[in-house]
């Protein structure tokens, strides 16, 4: 859906329209998920120190046996596994019971802003 869809259907009073309410209403809930680079620390501090060492350690000996999990362990260790990248979420999916899995997904998980410049564009076809 585009956004202009989405201004659409939300049945907003586009005759008298304030571009910068519009586009407040249509931030409320909206997240988006961005590449976020991290390792140990984060996965440690978003799932406690033990939980998270013990994660950790799993991902540490599956590294043995798994080349997939091999290399993003690496990543882990250089804090440059991308916690928004579509293949690192479905390792996560694949790995990561919950409620561990909810929360390292989220870690990249930001909200997202609609501006009143966007809303304006949208409505006037650009």
């Known amino acids: 859906m585009t956004l202009l869809d989405e201004i659409k259907s939300r049945g907003f009073d586009l005759v008298h329209r304030d571009d910068g309410a519009i586009a407040a209403a249509l931030s409320v809930g909206r997240t988006k998920v961005q ?8 996965v440690m501090e978003t799932l406690g120190p033990t939980a998270g060492a013990a994660l950790l350690d799993q991902i540490q000996a599956l590294s043995t046996t798994n080349s997939a999990v091999k ?5 882990i260790n250089r804090a440059e596994l991308d916690f928004g990248s579509p293949a690192t979420r479905a390792m996560i999916d694949s790995l990561v019971p ?12 930001v909200p997202e802003i609609i501006t009143a ?6 409505l006037e076809g650009q």
């Open 71 to 75: 290399w993003a362990f690496v990543l």
């Open 98 to 109: 919950e409620p561990a899995r909810t929360a390292l997904k989220n870690i990249a998980v």
């Open 35 to 42: 590449t976020t680079l991290g390792g140990a620390g984060i």
């Open 117 to 122: 410049q966007q809303v304006a564009k949208a």
